[in-house]
């Protein structure tokens, strides 16, 4: 890509170019998770521009069928847990973060990170971490069970908002006897631990 990497020309181009990637309704998630992300970081106060391009590429990778997305793991010299490479559905996020860094041109790590962490979470997500997972968990095309209560909660505090969307998944993984990351519970043990001390 010839823009600068946040620029509003490297957003347009990047935009045409996921479009491209993936299929309408996937394309319609991401315009759903931009929107939801912008709108995050301006209530919590984070890069509005490093939000707005984390979650137009969050799932540029999604469209990947497994093979691929270990080939291209392979190649990048990604790391993948044992859970990573069991767990189809987690692979596109590490291998996204390493196509946003090569193909898009984004070096920032925060960007990357909260791509790399968009599904699972992790202990010690950033502000722009959080903003991009939960806005990929409320936005305005969800409707899993449970998602109104964390849109209301996302309206007054982010850090609880991304504890209840946790809370959720991990209790729907566990309902169907799926594998966890332990991102999540990580993250989860976390968060619990900062809001409720005692």
Known sequence: MRAKPLSPEWFHQAAREVEARLDASRFQHTLGVVECAVQLA???????AKARAAALLHDVAKGYDKERLLKEAEEFGIVLSD??????????????????????GVDDP???????????????????ERVVFLADYIEPGRNHPGVERVRVTAQADLDRAVLLALDQTIVYLVERQALIDPNALAARNELLTRLSPN
């Open 42 to 48: 301006r209530t919590y106060g984070a890069d509005e």
């Open 83 to 104: 859970i990573e490479r069991r767990a189809f559905a987690l692979l596109h996020a590490p291998v996204g973060a390493e196509v946003a860094r090569r193909e898009f």
């Open 110 to 128: 925060d960007i990357l990170a909260a791509i790399r962490y968009h599904t699972t979470g992790r202990a010690g997500m950033s502000l722009l």
